[in-house]
């Protein structure tokens, strides 16, 4: 895949007539490929934009597909690298470390058009502009796979933190934000179909993630693992100072440790995104049932898939991963 250009191609096939069917929204018109890995339509609008996005050498950014662990890792990363101001902490996560992407996922043109009482901050409308604008240390959120990122990122060498989650757990966990946040109105079982057949959006998932498996060893690079944060957090986050540079003390790894927990995340406004569940909320943007009963964290596991997924759908995610897995040294212990 060349990584300087961006070809598109159309989706076809009963998973792409399923996608459709059951994502296009107000928000979305449509999918297509795109170095082969599924956007939305609007993408195409923003496709060079990003590619010629400048980057700075002293960028950081949180690499991920979506649900994988991205929001605990950016909050990992932003405090270990402002020595743990959890006074700064306190403004929004999407506001210190925005969100690459966002501007070109969501078409609002004919929302505001039709609107005029529904009003998005800057670094949703212009998630772009936004970015470029921002002073430096950035510290940049993106779900793009590895061939659809900014050419600079080759030769200006920023950090890169990628955080992985086994497949099952992301399914799970990207289902229930999909009928929270972006309108999914399919089944579980249809949207486990759309994500062994790589035909949601940011897919194919094992490319995503081997593409930056196996730059894992590069020193701008660092690879971590979602089951590993679970098992030891205060490790990963001595990794991850490591990377940036930083030293902590025993100490401040236990603060860091407390205030990166699921319950302090959970109900930290900051980084907890129900600011944004209640712009979907007060606008009534999606379906008022789902926002009332869903919320974006949810249960912070290993194994969540378990009490929802069948035996049958078990065991066709566990063939998937080791076809995939074999060979690259990757694994999950799941």
């Not at 989706?11 to 007539?17: A, C, F, M, T, Y």
């Not at 043109?109 to 949703?124: A, G």
């Not at 986050?237 to 959970?266: C, P, Q, Y």
């Amino acid at each position: 895949m060349n990584f300087d250009r961006v070809v598109f191609q159309g989706l076809q096939g009963p998973l792409s007539d399923s996608l459709h069917k059951d994502f296009t929204n107000l928000f979305r018109k449509g999918y297509v490929r795109a170095n082969g890995g599924v956007m939305p339509e609007y993408f195409q609008e923003f496709a060079e934009d990003i590619k010629n996005f400048n980057v700075r050498s002293d960028d950081a950014f949180v690499c991920s597909f979506p649900k994988t662990g991205t929001t605990w890792t950016q909050e990992m990363v932003w405090c270990i690298a402002n020595d743990l101001d959890f006074e700064a902490a306190k403004v929004p996560l999407q506001v210190r470390f925005p969100f690459l992407d966002h501007t070109t996922l969501f078409d609002y043109e004919d929302l505001l058009s039709t609107r005029p009482d529904v009003v998005f901050p800057p670094h949703v409308l212009d998630s772009i502009g936004f970015l470029d604008n921002f002073p430096s240390p950035r510290f940049i959120k993106t779900h793009f796979p590895w061939p659809l990122l900014p050419r600079q990122i080759v030769e200006n060498k920023p950090k890169m933190i990628y955080v992985a989650r086994n497949a099952k757990d992301t399914c799970v966990s990207y289902y229930h934000h999909s009928r929270l946040l972006e309108g999914y109105r399919g089944s579980f079982d249809d949207f486990c179909e759309l994500f062994l057949g790589d035909s949601l959006c940011f897919a194919p998932f094992w490319s995503h993630v081997l593409e930056f498996w196996h730059r894992r060893n590069e020193p701008n690079f660092l690879f971590v693992k979602y089951e590993d944060m679970i098992k030891d957090l205060p490790s990963v986050i001595r990794t991850t100072a490591d990377f940036l540079g930083k030293k902590l003390s025993d100490e401040k790894v236990a603060i860091l440790t407390e205030h990166l927990s699921f319950n302090s995340m959970k109900n930290n406004p900051s980084v907890n995104y129900e600011d944004v569940v209640e712009i979907n909320r007060k606008y009534n943007l999606i379906d008022k049932k789902e926002i009332e009963k869903g919320s974006f964290m949810r249960k912070g596991s290993v194994g969540d898939f378990k009490g929802q997924m069948s035996k049958d759908m078990v065991s066709r995610f566990d063939d998937w991963t080791e076809k995939n897995l074999k060979g690259t040294g990757l694994s999950f212990n799941v």
